[in-house]
């Protein structure tokens, strides 16, 4: 197995790390910045706050993505299966 191969197999690992995990961050990033202005505003300082809606969002997230987030992963296990026997030659 080339240099080039294992780039190109970390990449792979990497990106889909990220295509994964990008949803689940970007609501939770937004949540968490509607919090913090809802916060602001009131001047309620509560830590609840900030957490509770951030796992709620993301437990629905992961409710709505899960399936598609599961078969995507399966998807690119098989592939990574299925390049076991060039690795070995």
């Not at 078969?71 to 030659?89: C, R, V, W």
Request: no cysteine; net charge neutral.
């Amino acid at each position: 197995m080339s240099i080039g191969q294992i780039t190109a197999l970390l990449r792979g690992g990497v990106l889909e790390v990220l295509y994964l995990a990008a949803p689940i961050l970007f609501i939770a990033l937004i949540v968490g910045l509607l919090v913090a202005i809802l916060q602001a505003t009131t001047s309620i300082q509560e830590q609840t706050l900030t957490f509770v809606p951030k796992l709620v969002a993301i437990l629905l997230v992961l409710m709505i993505l899960g399936g598609w987030m599961f078969s995507h992963l399966g998807d690119y296990t098989i592939q990574l299966f299925k390049m076991i026997p060039n690795m070995a030659g």
